[in-house]
């Protein structure tokens, strides 16, 4: 099938490298040319912008950093609307608002194609094995017709409902993971000040209730390595907390936890370490501890 890939970053770079393995005809798209020569060096080819490859392919993906670029790369003057057929399927994986979602959706259906939100979770790692959680949202007669294409992705995909419902589930199971990642560092430079070991605390909390996910997918790298190169950037978590919050406050529900951890994402993003990865704000808690909890090696 020709397939188009717009965004070539962190996750679309593996995520498009299992779709070229798998068979597919590849066209790609990045406003980063050195983003494409992966690619580009297995085959693909290189639109100029959106409209030029909707113009060419059946089914285009993309995995951009967030709702502004989504629009630009969909609704812009040369995006993908421009260029767009009848019957073209739209697949989002990026992080998105669920009202850009929809609105995208909508100006899609309108010329007579669909558009599919469907974020990942799983990262980096997870986007390379084609094991990702895909969590989609849209018409489910295009979810159907894109589920062969995601099961290259990924190995768990779930349907949960109409335009912008993917985004939603996406956003909630962000904000609790990232959230952790705060709370982490809170347990840590508390343990440790108080004479525990990174070590046995590490071993104790996995053994115990306060297990989690997060704390060993990105925390050992920090905590055993004292490494924060991304991965999953504080910049990209930032505008995932603060999407989360503009759906609560759309629909007027209190968030105090998520705003005090949105809060450190600000400060670490202030202090210039936006594309360090998430576990960077767990440097200011060590800082305002007066205590290092991770490896001395970074
Ligand atoms: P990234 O910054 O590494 O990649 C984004 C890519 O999009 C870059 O190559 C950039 O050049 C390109 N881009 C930006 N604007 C563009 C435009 N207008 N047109 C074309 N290309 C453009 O980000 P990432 O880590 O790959 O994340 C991508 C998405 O996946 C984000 O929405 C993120 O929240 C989500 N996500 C990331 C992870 C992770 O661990 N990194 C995990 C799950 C979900």
Redesign the pocket.
Known sequence: MNIGF???????RPMAVNLARAGHTLTV????TE?MQPLTAVGARQAAS?KSLAQEVEVVFS????PK?VE??ALGPEGLLAGVRSGLLYVD????SPTVARRVAEAFAKKGASMLDA??????TGAASGQLTIMVGGDQGSFERARPLLEILGKNIVYLGPSGSGCIGKLCNNLVALSLVVLLGEAFTLGVKSQMSPKTLFDLVSQSSGDNHIMHVKFPKFLFEGNFQ????VD?AW??VRLALDLAREIGIPMSVSSAALQRYEEARARGWGQQDVVAVIRLQEEQAGVQVRHSGA
């Open positions: 717009i965004g070539l970053g962190n996750m679309g798209y990045d406003v980063r983003a959106p995995s951009l950093p967030g670029e630009a790369v994986l990026s992080t998105n974020p990942v979770s799983g990262g980096s991304p991965g999953f950037a990209l505008k995932d």
